[in-house]
């Protein structure tokens, strides 16, 4: 028996309780703890039965993966799981909290599970690009059917106990005193000589055995590129197709085979990143924090309305205000009818929208906003706005208020001079659509307090978004690196590569999509009013330099808006679909500016727009815009529709390699100039043979 877990016996009941905290995963102490109490109970002729449950807030959420990459030290999972199949007491499982992977495959080979009415269930493993390798795949369906198994494997959904009862996953469920309940299952299961239930002698059947074709073709599209989700499928597919021994060895061979691979590299990076980003430099976790439970928002655009929704969702009261009451109105009809929305689509009932929508209210008056605890501005991207709505905050809003520019380019540092209270200013980037990307940039600005950056790290939290800290600069972390990914595309189109090729090669990399459709979605008269500002101003914007968009501005084709952009759209579609008058129009730029066409694979499409990303990260590294390299990419994979299955930009470039990556970089700034200098952070790392991993330590 070791500390992370123990054994007591209650009415000829062993009770095992694991206790390995935060979530009782899978450790070797917790898999040797229980080799050591299950074989102990199935010793002791004073023993019947078996409980197997967990202290603390949830059963075994899983495999410990802290542990994965390294040496496995025995007994590994499968084989502790192995032979508590050949036991001969009943075991009945006691859920509680989050079931979740190898804590579910315990569960399952269990005879019985008895759960709270709040506990649920998972195989989340294809979200760390693995699949369940401790006999979930061959379990799951011979227990719940293999309709229930594909849709909870493939997709790593949690399900509730209810939901899990109803398929005869759990056996009993109770609203509390889970343990004594499972006690008295266990003792019922002695008292009527139950015959012990192994799910491994169970066989699975499937009605429609294309089921799997059709899982396969539909996972090709809504997880294009995974490799595990397809894995996967064709574990499941062996469930019923072998016996469960010969689906045991499938479902090895293929979990090692994925967990080896790149891609479950990459997304159990990720996994961790993710929560390193709530670490932040010089804050500790006693910090205190302000209370918010009231929000305005300044600007009832797209933005505003999709910022509030995350409050309204919360329960937090929103205020919008706005000047005109038209804008203010068509604000609040925008959440109205995302309410509406989701009743129709029945993920809330009429009442829960009816509540929500009665959390808004409007004003046009900066005094009505004189007892909120948070003030978001969003509104139009100039500094002198921005001047004129922080002044009136600074006039209106009561001592202690948090106010948030939504700025995405903008001095922060700048933003908070407009007040006297510089401390309470700070950045807080929502992407686009604000309601549904999980990414918010909370910008530090020089004098933000340490309250104020922890209250708006908790919030983001709250609002289910993953907070990731960005120092001042012009972009901050994202924007800023996309200058030479938006750079090195219209280049690529002056050296004659179709908008429709370089798109796709990016498309093929991963990203959601590519460059030249992102650039229509977005409007690409932004960029061209601030290059025409920038020329006006005197500064030096070389011809080259959005050459193509400006072109296409002044025709008019501002993008997805205007219904053709670098592509033309059909009357509400969203598909891009390639248009010749681009092509006379790239011709036409090329003719000018003595552009000559040259022959370019995809790969070098790549690297040209992804090469570039890493060369900036380096910088904003280097300076401390970003507290580290993971947290560079969570904001590219939760804001910019990299793919999780490469890491984010940080993890690509050290799977390419950091020395690679350069010697490509010097060819590119022999051929095309100091556009391509290597960053010095980037040059010393690959000279000195380390990677962005290895300063990733805090
Ligand atoms: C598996 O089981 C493979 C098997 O099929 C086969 C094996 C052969 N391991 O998320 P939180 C840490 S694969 C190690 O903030 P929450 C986490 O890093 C696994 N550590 O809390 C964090 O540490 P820190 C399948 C883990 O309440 C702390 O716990 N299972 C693990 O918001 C708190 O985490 C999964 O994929 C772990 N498995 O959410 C489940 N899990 O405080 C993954 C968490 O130092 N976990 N940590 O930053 C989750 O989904 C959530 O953590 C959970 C709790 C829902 C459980």
Redesign the pocket.
């Known amino acids: 028996m070791t500390s992370a877990v123990m054994m007591h016996i209650v009415d000829n009941v062993a009770v095992i309780e694991v206790d390995n905290p935060?979530?009782n995963?899978?450790s070797f102490a917790v898999r040797s703890g229980l080799q050591t109490t299950l074989r102990e109970a199935e010793h002791n002729e004073a023993v019947d039965a078996i409980v197997l449950s967990c202290r603390g807030?949830?059963f075994i959420?899983?495999?410990?993966?802290?542990e994965f990459g390294k040496p496995m030290q025995p007994p590994?999972?499968?084989d502790l799981l192995s032979e508590m199949d050949t036991l001969t007491k009943p075991m009945v499982a006691a859920l509680h909290g989050?079931a979740?992977?190898?804590?579910l495959?315990v569960a399952l080979t269990c005879h019985y599970r008895v759960a709270l009415e709040s506990a649920k269930v998972g195989?989340?493993?294809v979200?760390?690009g693995?699949l369940?390798?401790?006999g979930?795949t061959q379990r799951l369906p011979r227990i719940a059917g293999v309709e229930l198994a594909l849709d909870m494997i493939t997709s790593g959904r949690k399900v509730s106990s209810k939901e899990a009862a109803k398929a005869g996953l759990i056996d009993k469920v109770v609203s509390d005193d889970l343990q004594n309940a499972a006690i008295a299952f266990a003792k019922k299961v002695v008292n009527n000589k139950a015959p012990l239930r192994r799910i491994s002698e169970l066989t699975a059947t499937v009605s429609d055995p294309a089921i799997f074709d059709q899982y396969r073709a539909k996972l090709a599209k809504t997880r294009r590129g995974f490799d595990a989700p397809q894995r996967c499928v064709d574990t499941v597919q062996a469930s019923v197709e072998l016996d469960f021994a010969d689906g045991m060895k499938k479902e090895r061979e293929l979990?090692l085979e994925l967990m080896q691979g790149t891609q479950s590299k990459s997304q159990r990076h990720m996994?961790?990143a993710e929560?390193?980003a709530a670490q932040v430099q010089g804050l500790s976790k006693g910090t205190p924090t302000r209370d918010i439970n009231s929000v305005a928002i300044i600007g009832a655009g797209t933005m505003g309305s999709g910022i509030a929704i995350n409050f309204t969702n919360k329960g937090i009261p929103v205020t919008m205000l706005e000047l005109s009451f038209e804008a203010l109105e068509r604000g609040i009809k925008h959440i109205h009818r995302y309410y509406d929305g989701q009743v129709a689509k029945g993920r809330i009932s009429e009442e829960q929208a009816a509540s929500a929508k009665q959390l808004v209210s409007g004003t046009d008056n900066y005094a009505d906003l004189s007892d909120v605890d948070l003030v978001i501005e969003a509104v139009f991207e100039s500094m002198a706005v921005k001047q004129d709505v922080f002044t009136k905050l600074d006039k209106y809003c009561k001592p202690g208020a948090i106010l948030a520019s939504n700025t995405s380019t903008l001095n922060v540092n700048t933003i908070a001079s407009f007040t006297s209270r510089p401390q309470d200013v700070i950045g807080l980037h929502f992407f686009s659509p604000a309601n549904i990307m999980r990414l918010l940039e909370v910008v530090r600005a020089d004098s933000t307090a340490d309250d104020v950056l922890a209250t708006a790290m908790k919030l983001a939290k709250h609002i289910n978004k993953v907070g990731v800290v960005s120092g001042v600069c012009d972009g901050f972390i994202g924007n800023r690196m996309l200058k030479g990914y938006g750079r090195e595309a219209g280049a690529l189109l002056l050296e004659g590569v179709s908008p429709a090729r370089i798109d796709k090669a990016l498309y093929d990399f991963g990203m959601a999509m590519g460059p030249l459709t992102m650039g229509d979605l977005a409007g690409l008269d932004v960029g061209y009013r601030v290059r025409k500002e920038r020329r006006e101003r005197g500064e030096y914007v070389p011809e080259t330099d959005g050459a193509i968009a400006d072109r296409l501005v002044e025709a008019g084709r501002l993008g997805q808006k205007a219904g053709k952009g670098y592509y033309r759209y059909e009357e509400g579609s969203r598909t891009p679909i390639p248009d010749p008058e681009v092509d006379a129009i790239i011709k036409e730029a090329m003719d000018a500016l003595g552009c000559e066409p040259r022959e370019i694979d995809d790969e070098e499409i790549v690297k040209r727009l992804i090469y570039p990303l890493i060369n900036e990260a380096a910088l904003i590294l280097d300076e401390g815009i970003a507290q580290r390299p993971s947290d560079i990419d969570v904001v590219y994979i939760y804001g910019y529709g990299f793919p999780v299955y490469r890491g984010g930009p940080m993890f690509y470039a050290d799977t390419v390699g950091l020395p690679a990556i350069v010697a490509d970089m010097e060819q590119f700034q022999a051929r095309y100039g100091d556009d391509w200098q290597v960053a010095p952070l980037l040059k010393t790392l690959a000279e000195q043979g380390r990677s962005f991993a290895d300063l990733s330590s805090k």
């Open positions: 935060p979530v995963a899978l807030n949830t959420a899983g495999a410990d993966i802290t590994a999972l499968p989050t979740l992977g190898g804590g495959e195989l989340p493993e979200l760390l693995i369940p390798g401790a979930g979990f996994f961790f929560r390193m």
